[in-house]
């Protein structure tokens, strides 16, 4: 079974210019989440969905973040304009519901320069 | 403010010993909480959850215990292998659906 897929996996860019991340959860899962790892902060939880309707986005760090999920298979993160201190690591995690496990894609490793 | 606390530094062990990583957390009311495998380069794998009335889990090597009262939870490897070296995350419930994730510790098993 496929699961939560990212692209890119990589991506250096130069400040002010715009990134766009994109996840496909696994089939079936009504949880999209969207997550932020640095050594700093650990993993940060920026917005969730369900259902494709964002849930809970406080944790978006400002309005330079935005996010989005058009259907049930797809989700971008936009960031426009970047920033260097947005250099991190962009997860997308996807799951069933309450206390259920979520099922992580590998990332997208994010470098602004 | 909430926090979750893991231990920041790396756990050295020797294999076939048993590793047991602690998660501490204030200012939550968790109806339960996960543990997680992340390995470098690569996103989290969920391993366990115990709920807030279960005071243990266990999965094959793997043990968790959930205490309430002392808002705590141990994570147990038994045996532990070579192949457990990895960084290993708390993860508590907020708000039902969302997980709140520890900074993790760092495992490392020696032959």
């Known amino acids: 079974d496929a699961g939560v897929i990212q692209s890119p996996r990589h991506e250096v860019t130069e400040m002010g210019q715009e990134v766009t991340l994109r996840c496909k959860p696994i089939?079936?899962?009504?949880?999209l989440f969207w997550y932020r790892q640095t050594m700093m902060r650990g993993l940060e939880l920026l917005i969730y969905?369900?259902?494709?309707?964002?849930?809970?986005d406080s944790g978006m760090p400002e309005d330079r973040f935005s996010a989005k999920m058009p259907n049930a298979s797809f989700s971008t993160l936009k960031i426009q304009p970047s920033e260097p201190r947005d250099s991190a690591v962009y997860f997308c995690?996807?799951?069933?519901?309450?206390?259920?496990?979520?099922?992580f894609g590998d990332g997208t490793r994010l470098s602004i320069l | 403010s909430q926090k979750i606390e893991q231990n920041s530094e790396a756990l050295n062990i020797q294999e076939g010993k048993t590793a047991t990583l602690t998660c501490n957390y204030t200012n939550y009311s968790p109806a339960y909480l996960q543990w997680y495998r992340q390995d470098p380069g690569r996103g989290p794998v969920f391993l366990l959850l115990?709920?807030?009335?279960?005071k243990e889990k266990r999965k094959e090597r793997l043990k968790v215990t959930f205490d309430t009262t002392l808002k705590q939870s141990l994570f147990h490897i038994t045996a532990s292998q070579p192949a457990d070296s990895a960084t290993y995350l708390c993860?508590?419930?907020?708000?039902?659906?969302?997980?709140?994730f520890g900074k993790g510790t760092s495992l490392l098993v020696t032959p």
């Open positions: 995690a996807s799951s069933l519901g309450f206390a259920q496990p979520q099922h």
């Open positions: 993860a508590l419930e907020n708000s039902g659906y969302a997980l709140n």
């Open positions: 115990i709920r807030e009335n279960e």
């Open positions: 089939s079936g899962h009504d949880y």
């Open positions: 969905f369900n259902n494709n309707v964002p849930i809970d």
